[in-house]
């Protein structure tokens, strides 16, 4: 039994599937984190941060109010951590009181859709949205609330890590993870700070039988269920970070086409790369380019661009996969609803489907 960690199971039940690529190969996708920032005048930010400090736990949630932590403590003084009692990884990050570092907006929500079903997200906004919560004031910060980052993870089952050249246009930063932190190969794409960033790496399907699969690891952390019978897939997410205030949360249908920027060139390149750069098998693309331009004249530069550019495929159609965009915000519940950020729509709506 080959040993994985438990960091690389997943479970696709509810990604979206988006087609196939040339090889015939099932895509799925889904959005794996959001941050969001809205801002508000002076004397309604007062009482929003008066609302949030009142927070208290419930049946459902559990709260716990402290200082931020991490890079947001750079930026806000204080955060509430809102976690559901069912699902540990069903959680909600409120940040507020800004320290006027970074021009940030007063108030900063975060969460990892992906283990979230429409219903539970929906029963969280609204929660958080009542009286005497933030209320009507939540909806208020939705309507002018804007992207700081989001993860478009996109899964290619059958598709290996090593059968193409994977690539991110653009980026002059790479490496090659032979020991990652979650116990095994990947590969990072870009600058952690650039507005796009990709992490390549494979994982396992295991559907719904990963709580149980998760639940039995070995002191390293790695699983002692044997997964072979579970299909694998390559993850390629993309972490895209808009930079000044450029993607409105209610304008997620605006978000640029972030597979245009991912590159598939074919192995048969590697007869010619071996020549060049011995130790090809360990380096990203921009590190290769990197060496060749330190150790070669300009000229063998251009000849790699004209290799890349020869053994460049198409393996997926960009356009179609991206063009399922509207179903992962349709998968963001009320978020990713404007109409319902009005009252009397989502009071209409709520009655409806039993949010009250």
């Given at each position: 039994m080959?040993?994985?960690?438990?960091k690389?199971?997943?479970d696709?039940?509810?990604?979206?599937?988006?087609?196939r690529?040339?090889?015939?190969?099932?895509?799925?996708?889904?959005?794996?984190?959001?941050?969001?920032?809205?801002?508000c005048?002076?004397n309604?930010s007062?009482?929003i941060?008066?609302?949030?400090?009142?927070?208290?736990?419930?049946a459902?949630?559990?709260?716990?109010?402290?200082?931020?932590t991490?890079d947001m403590?750079?930026?806000?003084?204080?955060?509430v951590?809102?976690?559901?009692?069912r699902n540990?990884n069903q959680?909600?990050?409120?940040?507020?009181?800004?320290?006027?570092?970074?021009?940030?907006g007063?108030?900063?929500?975060?969460f990892?859709p992906?283990?979230?079903r429409?219903?539970e997200l929906?029963?969280?906004?609204?929660?958080?949205?009542?009286?005497?919560?933030?209320?009507e004031?939540?909806?208020q910060?939705l309507k002018?609330?804007?992207?700081?980052?989001i993860?478009?993870?996109?899964?290619t089952?059958?598709?290996?890590i090593?059968?193409?050249?994977?690539?991110?246009?653009s980026?002059?930063?790479g490496?090659?993870?032979?020991?990652s932190?979650?116990?095994?190969?990947g590969?990072?794409l870009g600058?952690?700070?650039?507005?796009?960033?990709?992490?390549?790496y494979?994982?396992?399907?295991?559907?719904?039988?990963?709580?149980?699969?998760?639940?039995?690891?070995?002191?390293?952390?790695?699983?002692?269920?044997?997964?072979?019978?579970?299909p694998?897939?390559?993850?390629?997410e993309?972490?895209?970070?808009?930079?000044?205030?450029?993607?409105l949360?209610?304008?997620?249908?605006n978000?640029?086409?972030?597979?245009e920027?991912?590159?598939?060139?074919?192995?048969?390149?590697?007869?010619?790369?071996?020549?060049?750069?011995s130790?090809?098998?360990?380096?990203?693309l921009p590190?290769i380019?990197?060496y060749?331009?330190?150790?070669?004249?300009?000229?063998?530069?251009?000849?790699l661009?004209?290799?890349?550019?020869?053994h460049?495929v198409?393996?997926?159609d960009?356009?179609k996969?991206?063009?399922?965009?509207?179903?992962?915000?349709?998968?963001?519940?009320?978020?990713?609803?404007?109409?319902l950020w009005?009252k009397?729509?989502?009071?209409?709506?709520?009655?409806k489907?039993?949010?009250?």
């Open positions: 080959n040993s994985m960690s438990a690389r199971i997943d696709l039940t509810y990604s979206c599937e988006v087609g690529n040339v090889m015939g190969q099932l895509i799925k996708a889904r959005f794996d984190k959001l941050s969001i920032v809205s801002t005048g002076s309604i007062k009482l941060d008066e609302r949030i400090e009142k927070i208290d736990g419930t459902k949630y559990t709260v716990e109010r402290r200082s931020s991490g403590g750079k930026y806000y003084r204080s955060e951590f809102i976690r559901s009692k540990r959680y909600l990050l409120i940040n507020f009181h800004p320290t006027g570092k970074g021009k940030r007063e108030f900063r929500f975060e990892s992906q283990h979230f429409k219903k929906n029963a969280l906004f609204m929660w958080l949205g009542s009286e005497p919560l933030l209320g004031y939540l909806f910060l002018s609330a804007w992207v700081t980052r993860d478009y993870a996109l899964d089952y059958g598709l290996n090593d059968d193409y050249f994977i690539h991110l246009k980026a002059s930063k490496k090659v993870n032979k020991n932190s979650d116990g095994g190969v590969i990072k600058s952690r700070n650039s507005e796009i960033y990709a992490s390549v494979p994982k396992c399907d295991v559907g719904k039988d990963i709580s149980d699969v998760v639940e039995e690891v070995d002191e390293l952390g790695n699983v002692l269920v044997d997964v072979e019978q579970y694998k897939f390559l993850r390629i993309l972490r895209y970070q808009p930079q000044k205030q450029k993607l949360l209610r304008k997620m249908n978000m640029p086409n972030l597979l920027k991912v590159i598939f060139i074919d192995t048969k390149v590697t007869s010619e790369l071996a020549v060049l750069v130790d090809y098998k360990v380096r990203t590190e380019r990197a060749i331009k330190e150790k070669y004249p300009k000229k063998v530069v251009k000849k661009d004209r290799l890349l550019k020869k460049h198409e393996l997926i960009h356009q996969v991206w063009d399922q965009l509207y179903i992962l915000k349709y998968d963001l519940a009320i978020l990713g609803n404007d109409a009005q009397n729509l989502r009071e209409k709506w709520a009655l489907h039993g949010y009250q």
